[in-house]
């Protein structure tokens, strides 16, 4: 498959607008189911999103990095825009980002984000079955126990305007870890599935 510019930017931007509904309604649970219409329009629009294609196989690395940088792009214009036309959610967002400045959480943070997002965006075995469940758990997971999602974070930071930089491709080697891992350990197959 071949990654396209505009749905990777589109992706950060949707990411992005799930980050400014969480700040305007205050977070929570409210703020954490309302973020999920964010990566419920990436699902839906198949837009281009690191996070939840890193671990697919049908993107090659040079496709998958463009992809991120790309998304980060995209969340980091948002992010600008919406710093400048609701400066009131910029004190939510410095709160947000100053919680990501040890490296080795935002390893561990970011791991357990890219198990939720694989989980999130991975198309059920059973095709019946709707995905917005699975997109509204992941993200209210990820959201509610401040687990560091590399293209929310970009998103946030630019709306803070500040964060320490080196966090969003750590969080991101980290979201592609925990991506591989759950996809590695959910694929084991047992002696009674043959």
């Known amino acids: 498959m071949k990654t396209t510019l505009n749905r990777s930017a589109a992706a950060g931007v949707l990411i992005c607008m799930g980050c400014i509904v969480n700040l305007k309604v205050g977070g929570g649970i409210p703020g954490a189911v309302l973020f999920s219409a964010g990566l419920w ?5 198949d837009a281009e999103l690191f996070t939840g ?4 196989n049908d993107y090659d690395p040079l496709q998958k990095l463009i992809m991120l940088v790309m998304n ?12 400048l036309c609701l400066p009131e959610i910029r ?8 919680g990501y400045q040890d490296p080795l959480k ?6 357990m984000c890219g198990m939720c997002m694989y989980l999130a965006t991975t198309q059920p075995k059973n095709k019946d079955i709707s995905r917005l469940p699975f997109v509204v758990y992941g993200v209210a997971l990820f959201i509610l126990s401040s687990y560091a999602h590399s293209i929310a974070l970009a998103g946030y930071a630019a709306i803070a305007q500040g964060i320490a930089w080196w966090v969003i491709p750590l969080a991101a080697a980290g979201n592609a870890g925990g991506s591989y891992l759950i996809k590695f350990l959910l694929m084991q197959k047992t002696k009674s599935d043959n």
């Open 41 to 45: 329009f990436v699902v839906n629009f």
């Open 53 to 56: 294609r890193v671990a697919r």
């Open 72 to 83: 980060v792009i995209g969340a980091g214009v948002c992010g600008i825009l919406a710093s």
């Open 91 to 98: 004190e939510a967002a410095q709160k947000i980002v100053t």
């Open 106 to 111: 935002v390893i561990w943070q970011s791991v």
